[in-house]
């Protein structure tokens, strides 16, 4: 996933991608099939360079066994939305693109309402794929945003966790946490908040881009509901770890900072994180790097009072898809076919990356990869989609993030954000 300061789940800028779908040409080649000297169907795959190193791999495994087929990796800065503009110069233009990875819900609408992914919904049927390995958040996307058609498959998800420093909790003779409602995660956090200025530990630290209320969430709340009281109870709960407890770096700093959220835990200054499962991937990057030598794990998403069972956030979130002016798809399809199914998933998961599909296979690939104990509750819980599949969710993120930052600031109050934000929703949708 594309992930900075501000924005995992900020949102594509969609009038610069329409833009670039009706007017933009600059990257465009002859748009003819290829073959290689070796007489091999050669198919151009494009990615974001964040996935250069595993998605290696996975087509290293996919080109062994084809002998008729030799796919080809282009990858795209990630900065400033480039990827997803240069993609849509490269279907404008006639570009020689076989194969795309296509990043997040909102821009899997947006490619195929301007009929820029092969409609696979035939062939996947005829092959009688097992979707349902994708988990319930690709069948609710899929009906809802697609109209039961399936445009891409996906081969990364999404699941936001508790990531912990364990020689913080060892120091001051703490357990580690395990699944812990949010009132035991702020009061957990204030017991292991210490020090002051360059010497200050954090209890926890919740990043100030993840603008989705998750605690709301596991409810069942989004914010196009009728009734917004989760929302604003979570967004009460933020302040109270913020500005209340002071157990985490306040919203205003991190802000006015610009503070880089995986190095203030990688540095020891955080021992509780709740973030997303690519931390775990960049972690041990960083460790193999020898940038750090943080040993962590972690637990489950805490869950809001009365709740048992482990909830989560999240969804399927990288999908794989076909330009329909491919000259090669059926060797494309195969490629997708191979990089979204068990075997494909296996090889990413293998990178400590959390694959869509779910399966034995799968899942021991990762937990083997990651070797943390707690990485297994991924597979184990319940998992809510964090984006309502709808045309207009990411306008109305937007507008709800906005008054958050209103509030997180402390220029108004929760109960003025959420009527603020009300009335600017009824625009958008209506």
């Known amino acids: 996933m594309m992930k900075n300061k501000h924005g995992y789940f900020r949102f594509s800028l969609i009038a610069v991608l329409i833009l670039a779908l009706v007017g933009c040409s600059s990257a465009a080649t002859d748009s003819e099939g290829s073959t290689g000297e070796n007489g091999k169907v050669v198919l151009e795959y494009y990615t974001w360079t964040d996935e250069e190193a595993y998605m290696q791999k996975v087509i290293e495994a996919f080109n062994a066994q084809n002998s008729n087929i030799e796919v080809h990796m282009n990858t795209i800065s990630n900065n400033a939305n480039e990827y997803n503009t240069q993609i849509m110069n490269n279907l404008s233009g006639g570009s020689k693109m076989d194969v795309y990875s296509v990043n997040g819900t909102t821009s899997l609408g947006l490619f195929s309402t301007k009929n820029q992914l092969l409609d696979l919904t035939d062939r996947v049927k005829e092959d009688n794929l097992d979707v349902s390995a994708y988990g319930p ?15 891409a498959l996906p081969y990364r998800t999404s699941q936001y966790a508790l990531f912990y420093n364990k020689a913080l909790f060892d120091a001051q003779g703490i357990p580690y946490p395990e699944q812990l409602t949010w009132e035991e995660y702020a009061e957990l956090a204030k017991s292991l908040t210490k020090g002051e200025g ?3 530990q954090w209890g926890g630290y919740y990043a100030d881009w993840i603008i989705s209320p998750l605690g709301a969430i596991q409810q069942g709340t989004t914010i196009l509901d009728d009734s917004l009281a989760p929302i604003e109870e979570w967004m009460n709960y933020l302040d109270r770890l913020y500005y209340q407890d002071q157990s ?15 190095k203030q835990f990688e540095n020891g200054n955080v021992a509780m994180m709740v973030n997303g499962e690519w931390t775990v991937n960049m972690l041990k990057a960083d460790i193999e790097a020898g940038k750090t030598d943080i040993e962590f794990d972690m637990a489950p998403l805490p869950l809001p009072e009365g709740t048992s069972d482990p909830i989560t956030v999240g969804g399927v979130s990288t999908y794989m898809g076909i330009n329909p002016a491919s000259k090669n798809v059926d060797a494309a399809y195969e490629f997708v076919k191979f990089v979204t199914g068990e075997e494909g998933e296996s090889v990413i998961a293998e990178a400590s990356v959390l694959p ?12 083997n990869a990651t070797g943390l104990e707690g990485s297994g509750y991924f597979f184990e819980s319940n998992t809510l989609v964090e984006m309502p599949p709808i045309a207009k969710i990411d306008q109305v993120y937007n507008l709800y993030s906005e008054q958050l930052d209103l509030f997180l600031f402390q220029e108004q109050d929760a109960a003025q954000a959420i009527q603020n934000f009300q009335a600017e929703r009824s625009s958008v949708l209506n």
């Open 198 to 200: 360059a010497d200050k």
């Open 137 to 151: 958040s690709f069948q609710e996307i899929s009906e809802v945003l697609t109209e039961g058609k399936y445009y």
């Open 248 to 262: 985490h770096m306040s919203y205003k700093q991190m802000n006015a900072e610009s503070i880089d959220w995986i």
């Open 356 to 367: 869509a599909y779910s399966s034995d296979a799968t899942k021991e690939a990762f937990l």
